[in-house]
């Protein structure tokens, strides 16, 4: 798959989390007030993704992704809660703390590392 930037992870992760997929769409104000930045911001960000083929989006429209796009957000979000998860049941920090190292985290782990790491949270329970 196709690897964009750390700031566009962070777009695919957002429109997934808001329930966006390959036919559900969602707007683009919607995750400019989620990721509380600019319209602007989120329109070079869109325009960006689509030529990456990871999403849809008519002249002006509301946002939908394709199949590759929905696979890496979905995985990002997963990553993420995965990783929030472990730093709070096992590491012990405050989920304010975990959601915001784990959004650090889940852009720097290899998906090799990513994978092992999952297995071995099987391991301990959580999954």
Not at 3 to 27: D, F, N, P
Not at 34 to 55: F, N, Q, W
Not at 68 to 80: D, F, I, N, P, T
Not at 93 to 112: F, T, V, W, Y
Request: charged share 30%; glycine share 6%.
């Amino acid at each position: 798959m196709t690897k964009v930037s750390m700031s566009h992870e962070e777009y695919l992760e957002t429109i997934v989390m808001l329930g966006g997929t390959t036919t559900q769409a969602v707007r683009s104000v919607d995750v400019a007030n989620k990721l509380e930045v600019s319209k602007a911001s989120v329109s070079k960000a869109i325009s960006s993704l689509r030529e990456a083929g990871m999403l849809d989006q008519p002249y002006y429209g509301d946002i939908t992704l394709t199949e590759a796009g929905y696979e890496y957000g979905a995985a990002l979000l997963k990553r993420e809660k995965m990783l929030e998860r472990f730093l709070v049941e096992k590491i012990g920090l405050s989920p304010e703390e975990a959601e915001e190292e784990a959004c650090h985290i889940e852009h720097c782990i290899s998906d090799e590392a990513f994978e092992k790491w999952l297995a071995f949270l099987a391991s301990i329970g959580i999954e």
